[in-house]
DNA sequence: TTGAAAGCGATACCAC
DNA sequence: GTGGTATCGCTTTCAA
């Protein structure tokens, strides 16, 4: 006995010819210019269609279409009409929980607005990142959000100016034509110090990685400044470590065996990845949060929300980012907004407190 | 003084045309035809592109092409030969880390396979599901890999089913003409129970949700049978408490509360949120790990992994849910596959062990 | 209200 | 190797 196929399988007749614009015309006795009013027409308030068709004849193409099983072929729509209603979301790493967080919120009011999102990861490679700018912008996508590669930022703005409305999120790059919705470090890095700071605590330390990415150092920038403001400036220390790998860890456990000598009384983890392998060195030293030492982590991890109050860390705002970027993105795309507000920043957010039975709040400082 | 618009921005004179096939045959005084060969040949393996074109010719309209910022237009290409080289994959909450590695690793291999994956969100809303159904499809993608929503599983077959092949993943709807890649939920239950009995455990417990999902009734069923097949039928006492309400937390306290009276040993906890209920209980309740209770909890937590032994976990094959449901895909899309094949079943894993300096390793049982 | 016909930008086919 | 041209399915004038 033969296999059977999938094809056979789901096409008895071998062949489920797609039923176009024309079948439905000719089925129902009208010309293709009907048709395409009909099916392009929204209803208006009062639940009629609103274009210039007879409703009865609007009905009978609405039910032969529906009767054959109409779908229209978006590629020939947009070939035609230059316009797709989508977007492209291009983040560096989908599996991020940063951007899988920033992408809901992005769709959710995107659909709202009538567009559709579409998303794709170039997971860090400038190469698939430039591969997937150009099948999105052959997608006729009317506009694009992107999250640049890290490293390779400068040489992307080229890849990047495509001639379509461009909103950059996350990382930044240069070229004035982009749209920006960047979150300021700087004052991420001071809010994290200055809690340390107004906590009582003077003896505060940092530990950062090696590679000079913007984001970082940015943050570095807001808790130097913010120790120097209180006085505290020769207890500045940035410990700086590799960028993931197993050194990182070890590093990062003799940071703190040497911190308890010096008397260290606190830490800002600029990152989530920095805060666990702060937690394995607390309990590779067997010490405790927060008798031996406090910590503003940064960042989301179950690990902060696991004892009340949550320990103190701070957020981007991710619904933010997501909606500020679509609606900038669709301003640009309608040509109606100016240069000036082309730069958005955000400001992140220091989630502290919680106590049983009690939600986190946030602070500002 | 007037506003600057975006457009006259990046567009100094306003209209950057389009670059068409077209143009590059002119400018390179060859004819379409041959412009079309050049754009679509792949590198043979001498570095030379494989097409029936005259090298010469060839690098010249590589050239041309470049020096015009030539970019193919999809939606006319897609139109013309029904073909796209894009799969869509539609999951039910794109912010859920169990997706975004799926669709990570999904993208890796579709990208080495020539394909591009264009993600999107149905938010476990069946009418979002609908609409992106109908937008991809009209993107004229070749395949479907589609989540289905929470709920509406028997009410999705007809919306899914299009006439272009589709792989369900995570969820089950009915329809023969379906790839289906999902995971053995019986199995993890199975595993995560046995698992303690080999440590020498009798009296273990589970707490699930009331909601009757298949993922969480397979779990309680495989808890149950090992538990009867390990002679512990009399200590089967699977606790269901609220979906995500505020009492599933307090109820888990007096769930743990009660416990700790009836002599209980161990909890299979069989999801993420359920284990996080379960810490917080520990934690109001004032007891540890292992020392009250012993856990098997499920998915990915930094906080399995936060002290070594890691607290052992079940998880997901994600890279393989993500590889195995695009290489279904596309034997489907290439018609080579025979019905037996379309219905993969996956094994889930438990992560065990794991010491200072050590990698936790996965085990079965 | 309705319809005929001109393309959108590529590929496919066939002839040279 | 190379080039001419019909065509994919739709939107969009423009005229009736």
Redesign the interface.
Known sequence: MD?????E???PQST?KKVTIRDVAREAGVSVTLVSFVMNAKMGKDGRLDCPVNPNTAARVLDVAKRLGY?????????RSGK?H?IAVIVS?????FF??I??NL??IA?EAGY??????S?ESPR?LE??V??M????VEGLIVAPCLGSENALSRVLN??I?TVLIDRDVPG??F?RVLVDNVDAGTMATKYLVHQGFGKIEMISYKLGVTSLTDREYGYSKSMEEAGLKDDIRIHRIDYETEAARKDTIEIFRDALKRGTEAFVLPTKKLA?YG??AL??LGLNLPKDFSFVCFDE???YD???PVIPHVVQPLAEIGTKSFTLLQ??IE?????DE?NISLKSKLVLGGH?GGDPIEASF
């Not at 296999?3 to 094809?7: A, M, V």
């Open positions: 296999k059977i196929t999938y094809n399988l789901t096409n489920m779908r229209r072929n978006n590629a020939a729509a947009s070939l797709s989508s790493d989908i599996a991020n929980p899988a967080e992408c809901r769709e959710n659909y559709t999102a579409i998303f794709a990861s997971e698939k591969h997937l150009e099948t912008v052959g997608f006729n495509v001639g409305p004035h034509e749209g666990m937690f394995n309990n590779v991890s179950d690990i696991l004892k009340k301003q640009m040509e109606k907004v100016s240069e082309m049983f």
